[in-house]
């Protein structure tokens, strides 16, 4: 089984709509981030949350939601979803090292999401 | 600010050739290095990191990267690359603090 689950893997929308994108991992993972891949920039941090009652607003985060209802799930919600946000949206998790240093992501397989 | 560039944005190479990939950072203080690769449909995975130690790392499926901080870069190479490789990488750069900042990736394809 995968360790990063994503629901929907497909989605496309009309502009205006909600749009839940859900994240559950079973790796015992207390950090937990949602991402947006759009070609020629890369990776770009949208919301974290190291714990359950901890959410940040990352680098994009205008136009997004999120809701972190467990340890093991975050859900990244568009209000009023747009074209622009169409894009490949991926969850990943990290622990931190036994050191206490920062450590590997892991990914889930992403959503690729279109608002039309 | 802290930002991370890759300077190929679409490498193309014949099987057995050599492959190197230039990732340089913009931070003088202490980072955690990564390199990701994402192979067609699939979810980003891990090929190596660097914390500390040796600077030269060795990663999976025969990849290496060198970690040469006077010149923040943390470059990926690979000395015979197969059809197989064909996939995006990115780079990585945790810069101490709380996530991983990205590269924009390079594709590179391997032509049989």
């Known amino acids: 089984d995968a360790d990063v689950t994503q629901t929907p893997r497909n989605r496309i929308t009309k502009t205006g709509k909600r749009i839940m994108l859900e994240c559950s991992q079973t790796?015992?993972?207390?950090?937990m981030y949602w991402y947006r891949q759009d070609p020629g920039l890369g990776l770009r941090l949208i919301y974290y949350s190291f714990d359950v009652k901890d959410i940040n607003k990352g680098e994009i985060s205008d136009g997004y939601s999120v809701s972190r209802q467990a340890q093991a799930k975050f859900s990244l919600s568009l209000e009023s979803a747009i074209p622009n946000q169409t894009a490949l949206y991926f969850c990943?998790?990290?622990?931190?090292?036994?050191?206490?240093?920062?450590?590997?992501?892991?990914f889930g397989p992403g959503t690729r999401l279109t608002v039309l | 600010a802290q930002s991370v560039s890759q300077h190929n944005h679409h490498v193309i190479l014949s099987e057995a050739a050599s492959l190197e990939l230039g990732c340089n950072y913009s931070y003088g203080g202490t980072v955690n290095l990564f390199w990701y690769v994402q192979y067609p449909g699939q979810h980003l995975q891990l090929l190596l990191k660097y914390f500390s130690g040796d600077p030269l790392v060795k990663g999976i499926k025969g990849f290496e990267a060198e970690f040469i901080k006077s010149k923040f870069s943390f470059n990926l190479r690979k000395p015979s690359v197969q059809w197989s490789d064909t996939a995006e990488y990115f780079c990585a750069v945790n810069f101490n603090d709380y996530k991983l900042s990205f590269g924009a990736g390079t594709t590179v394809t391997v032509r049989a």
């Open positions: 990943a998790t990290s622990d931190l090292s036994v050191s206490g240093l920062y450590n590997e992501q892991f």
């Open positions: 790796k015992g993972h207390d950090r």
